[in-house]
């Protein structure tokens, strides 16, 4: 008899869409921000300057007004294929991950029917009914949510190939008027997963995921605008950021250490962390924390590769997107080394907290 073998979920093939639109600070000087139902009094400069101070977002992007979520995530998607050089129709299952479905330029109104699953492998052209495709809505961690729900298929031996997807367009469904609004971009990451079998395990070695909904679910929520004038009837995507932002500083770092625990691993072994990208600050004091509960007092550099800057906050976007340009090695001081381990670990809307742990 011998070694027996480990079946793995392996990243095979990584892709991403980064929208063109460069949309700076001075893109919102003429904005009107109401709060309480009140115009801002403060100077639009002002309000825009101590926003990227918190937030460390400089600027964003958002899509072109004749694209929609599924075309980006469609192009992410491709991308991911041909660098995984496989045949799209060995794909077991397509999962794409979102919040808000196709919304398209001028409107306000959501559309899932049919999932965004089902139109990615229409604009594939893959034919294989074999291939089951679906969507998973579960706030900003739904990539982090559909990668866990990819190994469960591989370890099952149910599924070979799952391309794991994260896509949104939140330039479609945020407030004029609300000046957190100015967090949000649009982008697209896709993964494909593959069953390999190994001598040691490899690929997501363990995982954990935590729902806080009884007291936290109403901190993202929708709502009308902040502009009590506005009687369109729309609903846009509002968060209670203050409340937010104790939520992630004190839980997640507890569901990151049970992911690195439950992978008998010390936070030392951990070389590279992908966080959802949600606020620069946040993430800095999440990961500052992390390190506490180790009693350790310091962060080592180079460890939490970053893109908020620049590319904003896309929701589940951010973790592939981050995933697939470190990768590619087009984030600075940043490489990915055979036989290293990582941790992917994301917070948001529900309040969902997951994270798993992943050796290259």
């Not at 964003?60 to 992410?76: C, E, G, K, P, Q």
């Not at 509960?293 to 973790?319: C, F, Q, R």
């Amino acid at each position: 008899m011998g070694n027996k073998k480990h079946i793995s979920s392996v990243i095979a093939g990584t892709g991403s869409y980064i929208p063109e639109n460069i949309v700076s600070g001075d893109s919102f000087l003429n904005s009107t921000f109401y709060e309480n139902g009140l115009i801002l009094e403060k100077d639009n400069a002002d309000i825009i300057s101590k926003f990227s101070e918190i937030t460390e977002i400089i600027e964003r992007r958002y899509i072109d007004d004749n694209l929609l979520n599924s075309n980006i995530a469609t192009i992410a998607a491709q991308r991911a294929l041909d660098d995984a050089k496989i045949d799209k129709e060995t794909l077991d299952h397509i999962i794409v991950c979102h919040n808000f479905g196709d919304i398209h330029h001028g409107s306000n109104r959501m559309d899932i029917l049919p999932s965004l699953a089902a139109k990615v492998k229409q604009q594939l052209e893959i034919v294989n009914p074999d291939c089951v495709s679906y969507d998973i809505i579960f706030g900003c961690p739904g990539w982090v949510q559909g990668a866990i729900q990819a190994n469960y298929l591989i370890q099952s031996g149910d599924a070979k190939r799952v391309l794991v997807i994260g896509s949104e367009t939140l330039s479609r469904i945020i407030d004029p008027h609300d000046r957190d609004s100015m967090i949000f971009s649009d982008g697209a990451g896709a993964v494909v997963f593959e069953a390999t079998e190994d001598d040691q395990p490899i690929g997501i070695i363990a995982h954990k995921t935590q729902t806080f909904a009884g007291n936290f679910a109403s901190l993202l929520y929708m709502s009308k605008s902040c502009n009590p004038a506005a009687n369109d009837g729309n609903t846009y995507m509002k968060m209670n950021g203050r409340k937010l932002y104790e939520f992630a500083v004190v839980n997640v770092p507890h569901v990151v250490k049970m992911a690195i625990d439950k992978a008998e691993l010390d936070i030392e072994d951990i070389k590279t962390v992908f966080i959802h990208q949600a606020n620069g600050k946040m993430d800095n004091a999440i990961m500052k924390r992390l390190f506490k509960l180790y009693h350790k007092d310091s962060v080592p550099e180079n460890l939490v590769p970053m893109t908020i800057s620049w590319l904003g906050n896309s929701s589940v976007a951010t973790i592939p997107t981050l995933l697939d340009l470190v990768i590619k090695e087009k984030v600075a001081g940043y490489k990915i080394k055979k036989g290293e381990y990582a941790v992917f670990a994301s917070v948001g809307a529900g309040m969902h907290i997951n994270a798993f742990v992943y050796r290259f």
